[in-house]
């Protein structure tokens, strides 16, 4: 499959925000809070692509770089800057972290999980999710990223969020972003840190990713437990340094 891989412009966001819903939906922590998805299709895609607006306007550019991969959007063939002939398919995030700064500015990085809580307009009124369990999951995801990606000693690179549509899986898409990613922290000497989804998790494993820490939330209603896996990698431990260095 012809595809590739650039960093993102304004004009990607329509089609990241549908990465986006298409592939975390799925996952058990959507289903949970998304009681009612099913009533306000649009509504969800529309109140997603708010926040995508507003993250894009308000980014930390310096601190953070974000790239997508695409296809051709009718399985065509690309014409070079032609972007309207182009699908993102996947996208990742990632946000340079350091030590000092974090701790002057509570807002960074951006906080996928509690878009619920910053929407303004006809969006603040959630129609879409129950709104107990989206506050309870928003906020034990924001204390996991307070305990081990802010409070951080030492400078590292972020994957703040990566997601690959799921008509697209299997070609590889998701570790192509990963590996550039980890070119990038290798090029400095820093490590790289992450949370990761049930889904995600296998992948980080592959590439060489320590798991550090499993980090679970019990679910209201006896449902049983959501999890997510604080992992790193580190350059000479990862056992993928040959391959990095070669490219
Ligand atoms: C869905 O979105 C379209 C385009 O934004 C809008 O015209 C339409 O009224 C929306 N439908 C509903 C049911 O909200
Ligand atoms: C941050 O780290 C310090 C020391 O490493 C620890 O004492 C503190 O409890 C941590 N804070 C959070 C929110 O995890
Ligand atoms: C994290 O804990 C959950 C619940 O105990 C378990 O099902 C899951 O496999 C663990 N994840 C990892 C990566 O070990
Ligand atoms: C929303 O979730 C809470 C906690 O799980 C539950 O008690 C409540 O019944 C749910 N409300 C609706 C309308 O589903």
Known sequence: MESTLRRTVE???DDIVTVFIDAFRPSAGWQYA???DDDYTNYTWT???QFFQGEWESLHRSRTFANVITVPRDGGQFSSGDRAGERVVSFGVWNWMKPQEEAADSSFPFRPHQMHATLGGKCSEHLDVNKTRQADLGQQLSLAVEKYIRNLTEPQLYLNLLATHPDWDGHG??????EV????AARV???VTLLASPIGWPLYDSLGFRSLA???HEMFDGLG???SEYMRWDEEESGVRSALTVQ
């Not at 990613?181 to 990038?184: I, K, N």
């Open 181 to 184: 990613g980890l070119r990038e």
């Open 214 to 216: 499993n980090i679970t």
């Open 34 to 36: 998304h009681l009612h």
């Open 47 to 49: 109140c997603t692509r």
């Open 225 to 227: 437990m959501l999890w």
């Open 11 to 13: 004009d990607d966001l």
């Open 189 to 191: 000497g820093m490590p």
């Open 173 to 178: 898409f998701g570790a192509e972003q990963v």
